[in-house]
């Protein structure tokens, strides 16, 4: 809970700009990659697991992740899942599909919440790894991936 408080307090400015500027905030990314590169490096900081970032996710691999958003031009899209999520009368719209979760140990959840929208039929909690598992604990995510995938065989 004290996580949770942390993040709301200093932690999902990021959210608040995407879910009521996302245009602003495109036109801002798209025309600096410096820009680009803060945005999202600011995330990489904050939501992997370690002290150091650099232990966590390879520099090279983190560039590569900002150049996708840059040359596509794409941070408009990518914010505007947050204006529509909270713009909509229907959220969270309940899901019957089996779900899987893996939570990793720099992420935020509580599963009553999740339960609420989503047929939770997978539930994993990790100590390390972040947001950014398929980058920090890529062993840890596959395997994950394949026991719960192997319930539908």
């Not at 410096?34 to 995330?43: D, F, N, R, T, Y």
């Not at 713009?87 to 999740?114: K, L, M």
């Amino acid at each position: 809970m004290a996580r949770m408080r942390a993040f709301l307090g200093e932690g999902n400015g990021y959210f608040q700009i995407q879910a009521t500027r996302p245009q602003t905030l495109a036109h801002a990314l798209v025309d600096s990659p410096v820009g680009q590169l803060a945005w999202i490096v600011e995330k990489f900081k904050e939501w992997t697991h370690g002290d150091l970032l650099e232990q966590a996710v390879d520099r090279d691999r983190m560039v590569t992740n900002v150049m996708l958003y840059w040359l596509t031009g794409t941070a408009g899209s990518a914010a505007n899942i947050y204006y529509e999520s909270m713009h909509t009368c229907n959220w969270p719209t309940p899901s019957q599909i089996p779900t899987g979760v893996a939570v990793f140990a720099e992420d935020i959840a509580i599963r009553h919440y999740a339960e609420r929208g989503n047929t939770i039929m997978h539930w994993s909690e990790f100590d390390r790894g972040g947001h950014f598992a398929a980058m920090e604990a890529p062993d840890l995510l596959v395997q994950d991936m394949r026991t719960f995938f192997r319930l539908f065989r």
